[in-house]
């Protein structure tokens, strides 16, 4: 069974850091792209990162870049979005999804697999 399951949401005051978790399960990693997806209250779910786990290439939205890198541990399955300098603009729910036989791309239906998310709310 293909699991995603998300980790390491919170509370945070603008400036802060957080770093999401993406635990991945029941696939071979190494043939999918891991998104990272964030959708807030009111707003159409949108990119915010992605790695090709076949050669660690990473991509970011213009929003995110400079403030968010994206890593992995393939021994752990596990793939990380480390949010620095947070903005409240950045509160929403955080969902990593899994990409099989595509590149990375923001194009949701190309993302077969979803986690449940977790929640960033960033403070002014």
């Known amino acids: 069974e293909v699991q995603l399951v998300e980790s390491g949401g919170g509370l945070v005051q603008a400036g802060g850091s957080l770093r999401l978790s993406c635990a991945a399960s029941?696939?071979?990693?190494?043939?999918?792209?891991i998104g990272w997806f964030r959708q807030a209250p009111g707003k159409e779910r949108e990119g915010v990162s992605c790695?090709?786990?076949?050669?660690?290439?990473?991509y970011y939205a213009d929003s995110v870049k400079g403030r968010f890198t994206i890593s992995s541990d393939n021994a752990k399955n596990t793939v990380y979005l480390q949010m620095s300098s947070l903005k409240p603009d950045d509160t929403a729910v955080y969902y990593c999804?899994?990409?099989?036989?595509?590149?990375?791309?923001?194009?949701?239906?190309?993302?077969?697999?979803w986690g449940q998310g977790t929640q960033v709310t960033v403070s002014s």
């Open positions: 999804a899994a990409s099989r036989d595509h590149p990375c791309s923001w194009y949701r239906d190309w993302y077969s697999y």
């Open positions: 029941g696939f071979t990693f190494d043939d999918y792209a």
């Open positions: 790695m090709r786990m076949s050669d660690n290439s990473t």
